[in-house]
Nanobody, 127 residues
Framework: QVQVEESGGGLVQAGGSLSVSCAAS????????MGWFRQAPGKEREFVAA????????YYADSVKGRFTISRDSAKNTVYLQMKNLKPEDTAVYYC????????????????????WGQGTQVTVSS
């Protein structure tokens, strides 16, 4: 079994910055990519960003382009999401997920293509 665990998150004022991280551990799993999703109360879980593990190709939802940056540290099996210029509408539980299958711009946001998920971490942006 593969464990995916998020950390970070918290409360920040609008316009501020926050980072969350995600560590993958457990049995050997050929991780092709890691992704971040978020779910606000009463809404569907939506794609935020993804990164391929080998060469670091990144994908972003339009709503976060230019504000969020995803990166990874292969040696630590950790992926990061740096969030800047946060808005109240960014408030959500942020989930990290790992996938063993290739992805492209059309498939990066498909929740069903991700194999392992973390429990999520709360990010709250106050106005």
């Amino acid at each position: 079994q593969v464990q995916v665990e998020e950390s970070g998150g918290g409360l920040v004022q609008a316009g501020g910055s926050l980072s969350v991280s995600c560590a993958a551990s457990g049995r050997t799993f050929r991780t092709y990519a890691m992704g971040w999703f978020r779910q606000a109360p009463g809404k569907e879980r939506e794609f935020v960003a993804a990164i391929t593990w080998n060469i670091g190709i990144t994908y972003y939802a339009d709503s976060v382009k230019g504000r969020f940056t995803i990166s990874r540290d292969s040696a630590k099996n950790t992926v990061y999401l740096q969030m800047k210029n946060l808005k109240p509408e960014d408030t959500a539980v942020y989930y990290c997920a790992a996938r063993g299958s290739p992805l492209n711009v059309q498939t990066a946001g498909r929740k069903g293509d991700y194999d392992y998920w973390g429990q999520g971490t709360q990010v709250t942006v106050s106005s």
